[in-house]
């Protein structure tokens, strides 16, 4: 269950906003939760310590502790709940990007916000989906649980896969690479070669004429031409959509 927070000072925006927000997770149908309302936002940071809302949509002009201060404290606590600043300020939505919100909502006329909430609430959706946690059967260290968010690629090595994650750990188990693409078709992998499987998330760029997939931390991986075709067509599907 998703457990959303709204925290605004002006308690008849907040009311009027918690029924947008109902509205839209109703209409994409993709989640059960709940939402609370806050018009103080120190009493929210006091309920997120103790236990951290998924996601949160945060007024910046407030009293008692700013958005922005509310924002940096509340990640300090979990660094996996969504933040989504709504404001009129709409000039603040570049300062905003220091603490890297899922993204910035400009209070306006119903018809904007509902428009705004509908991109937001997809876009959340395609973020939750990859902090799907799974559980490996470790060959050296046994269960261990990850994020598939924090899987940079996976590589097959024989009869084993490694997959390589963000904080340069490795993780080995017994399976096979195109079992392993099957089941996280649908999560943002895609086959760059008859040993990988990366993380689009990830991709800073692919070199066609070099066959070459560029990571993000620096790192390089060879596309084989069989499907050199199909990683730019989805790359390039993914930035659009992301």
């Given at each position: 269950?998703?457990?959303?927070?709204?925290?605004?000072?002006?308690?008849?925006?907040?009311?009027?906003?918690?029924?947008?927000?109902?509205?839209?997770?109703?209409?994409q149908k993709k989640d059960i939760f709940i939402i609370n309302n806050y018009s103080s936002s120190k009493l929210l940071l006091v309920h997120?310590?103790?236990?951290?809302?998924?996601?949160?949509?945060?007024?910046?002009?407030?009293?008692?502790l700013t958005g922005f201060d509310l924002a940096n404290k509340l990640q300090e606590i979990n660094r996996r709940s969504y933040v989504i600043f709504v404001s009129n300020h709409s000039e603040l939505v570049f300062n905003s990007f220091y603490f890297q919100p899922l993204n910035f909502i400009v209070k306006g006329t119903d018809e904007a916000m509902k428009e705004s909430l509908h991109n937001v609430v997809s876009q959340l959706f395609k973020?939750?989906?990859?902090?799907?946690?799974?559980?490996?059967?470790?060959?050296?260290?046994?269960?261990i649980s990850i994020h598939l968010s924090d899987?940079?690629?996976?590589?097959?090595?024989?009869?084993?896969?490694?997959?390589?994650?963000?904080d340069s750990q490795?993780?080995?188990?017994?399976?096979?690479?195109?079992?392993?693409e099957k089941n996280y078709a649908g999560y943002d992998f895609i086959r760059i070669h008859k040993k990988y499987l990366v993380n689009l998330k990830y991709v800073f760029n692919v070199?066609?004429?070099?066959?070459?997939?560029?990571?993000?931390?620096?790192?390089?991986?060879?596309v084989s031409r069989n499907y050199k075709s199909m990683v730019d067509e989805k790359l390039t599907e993914y930035l659009r959509n992301n």
């Open positions: 269950m998703l457990k959303i927070a709204l925290c605004d000072d002006n308690v008849k925006f907040l009311e009027h906003m918690n029924n947008l927000v109902r509205d839209e997770f109703n209409l997120h310590n103790s236990e951290p809302y998924d996601v949160i949509f945060l007024d910046i002009d407030m009293p008692e973020k939750i989906k990859q902090d799907k946690k799974i559980i490996l059967e470790s060959v050296e260290s046994g269960r899987v940079l690629y996976i590589e097959s090595n024989k009869h084993y896969v490694v997959y390589h994650l963000k490795t993780v080995q188990i017994r399976d096979n690479i195109s079992d392993v070199d066609r004429n070099n066959r070459i997939v560029a990571f993000k931390q620096g790192l390089d991986l060879p």
